[in-house]
């Protein structure tokens, strides 16, 4: 601001500037750990080194080595389905090209701390934003989420970068024989971790409340959250906890042992070492020594070697948070959580199979695979009759069951076992689309996001009415991390009172220019969605004990 002196802040590594922006000061590119490279890859981040003098935190540090292999068939698909005509999409698509990318680089262990007031009397409310992009893509800096809106509402928000894809979550025997605990991969969990700890450790002096932090993500992120809230490693680094439409690509996963479609992370790792061209012995030196550009080059190609997730591997993720919640065994900490009416109306374009756990298989272009009907059982035939035309994969079907199978059913699960273990919980669904008669995508997924954050990005507009939702949204996310509950504010005809969620009386709160608390009208598909998944939950057991 004219005349204002640049915010300072002391924190355990040395002393930071940052920027004033409307009111919200602003720190960028704050490293929260070393630097992972060299010797440091697929190691456990360690703590940032101090630095002399005053640190200016005015520019974001670099985004972790991205995949980045569907960011633009995303894009192509969501700007289609909004109807808009071909020069306008054809304009906009231009625009992101002509935009400027974001410094990638295994450096990349950064946050951005945004503060009313850098003040240690403050005491404010801290959230920690963790970014999706199916633990491949994406990064805490993204226009999505650069916005000082929720800051504006009282809290101090934090957003991470962690390592992904290869860089974050590759594993391989020799680096589970040098690990003191046997295990490999995770890394981007333990960098999430450690942001964190280091939000424990200096977040008062930015005038948050380190007793006093709420985790949110979407989708990746979401599944971050519940990874974080099964994670021993984690406990007592956050008080509650809102996912967003959670996915599930890495809760089937195991360290040691196939599961499902899925070859263990050991053995995928072996495999993608020797696509590298490194066999024989001592190849972990060897790996260490390639360029990040080299390991990328082979990985982006691969979408299942070069695609690679948290797994179970009985110390960060000591099981499933699927297992978890089932078992009582979740943080217990209050939790908002939800979903999307649209969840697959722009993924479908994106994914090659209507089950993520078969997505490698062969797959026939008006047939399910026979996977699929061998996984429900039973309750196929019901399947068939709520999704009716998935059998022949007609695309709005199959569209719905990807999104309720991916997410929706997921999220239902989560929430009547957390409920069931005595924490309070708060379900969502939010159904806002897009003006216009010729949009296809519905609430797709990640919909929500610029209401979240407040975001006014020129790509996605928003009418009147939807700056009027979004303000009510910001409003629940920042009572919830305020008291643990949304209901901070005064109910009224626009902002109604928020019940917990409670299975006997299944409601939830519906997201749209006029929100309600609704019965949830998905019961019977998630029914059968969760039945497949319980008897999932059960195999991971007899597996674990087998």
């Known amino acids: 601001m004219p005349g204002r002196a640049r915010p300072e802040v002391e924190t355990e590594q040395g002393r930071l500037t940052g920027r004033w922006r409307r009111g919200t000061a602003v720190f960028r590119g704050v490293p929260y750990a070393a630097p992972p490279v060299g010797d440091r890859r697929w190691r456990p981040p360690a703590p940032a080194e101090p630095w002399p003098g005053v640190r200016d935190a005015a520019k974001d540090g670099p985004t972790a080595i991205q995949r980045g292999a569907e960011i633009e068939d995303f894009l192509h698909a969501l700007l289609d389905g909004h109807g808009w005509s071909e020069r306008r999409v054809k304009v906009l698509m231009k625009l992101y090209e002509k935009a400027p990318a974001p410094r990638q680089s295994e450096d990349c262990l950064y946050l951005t701390v945004r503060t009313p007031s850098p003040d240690p009397s403050a005491r404010l409310p801290v959230m920690v934003w963790i970014h999706g992009g199916d633990h491949q893509d994406g990064a805490g800096t993204e226009i999505f989420y650069a916005s000082n809106a929720l800051a504006r509402h009282g809290v101090v928000t934090v957003s991470i970068n962690y390592r992904l894809g290869v860089m974050g979550f590759f594993a391989h025997p020799e680096l589970a024989a040098e690990s003191p605990h046997g295990v490999a991969g995770n890394y981007g969990m333990l960098d999430q971790i450690a942001a964190l700890e280091w939000v424990r450790d200096n977040i008062a002096n930015f005038g948050g409340d380190p007793d006093n932090v709420t985790i949110f993500g979407e989708s990746a992120g979401g599944e971050s959250v519940m990874h974080l809230m099964t994670s021993p490693l984690a406990r007592g680094l956050f008080h509650r906890a809102i996912p967003q439409s959670p996915a599930n690509s890495g809760q089937l996963i195991h360290l040691d042992r196939p599961f499902l479609a899925y070859d263990s992370a050991l053995d995928m790792g072996g495999q993608f070492a020797a696509k590298l061209g490194v066999t024989g012995g001592d190849q972990l030196a060897r790996l260490r020594t390639m360029s990040a550009e080299q390991i990328s080059e082979v990985a982006r190609p691969d979408q299942v070697l070069g695609t690679q997730y948290p797994v179970i591997d009985g110390h960060v993720l000591p099981e499933s948070p699927l297992a978890a919640f089932a078992a009582g065994r979740q943080a217990p900490v209050p939790m908002m959580i939800g979903s999307n009416s649209d969840e697959g109306s722009v993924l479908h374009a994106l994914v090659d199979a209507t089950m993520a756990e078969y997505a490698h298989l062969p797959l026939e272009p008006d047939a399910l695979q026979p996977e699929v009907a ?19 994969r ?27 273990a005595g924490h309070p919980t708060y379900l969502y669904f939010f159904t806002r689309h897009p003006k216009g008669d010729g949009q296809t995508v519905g609430a797709y997924h990640a919909a929500e996001l610029a209401f979240v954050h407040g975001s006014r990005l020129p790509i996605l507009p928003m009418t009147k009415d939807d700056k009027a939702l979004s303000a009510e949204m910001m409003r629940y996310w920042t009572d919830f991390a305020r008291g643990g509950h949304p209901n901070g504010a005064a109910a009224t005809a626009t902002h109604p009172y928020w019940p917990r969620f409670d299975p006997t009386r299944p409601y939830w709160m519906r997201l749209d220019h006029r929100i309600e608390y609704v019965p949830i009208d998905r019961l019977d598909k998630y029914e059968v969605l969760n039945a497949r998944t319980d008897r999932v939950v059960a195999a991971m057991s007899a597996l674990a004990t087998g």
Request: proline share 2%; no cysteine; charged share 30%.
């Open 394 to 420: 007609e695309h709005g079907a199959e569209s719905d069951f990807l999104g309720d199978h991916l997410f929706g059913g997921r999220v239902f699960h989560y929430a009547r076992h957390h409920h069931a």
């Open 374 to 392: 061998a996984a429900f059982g039973d309750d196929f035939d019901r399947l068939l009759e709520l999704y009716p035309g998935l059998d022949r």
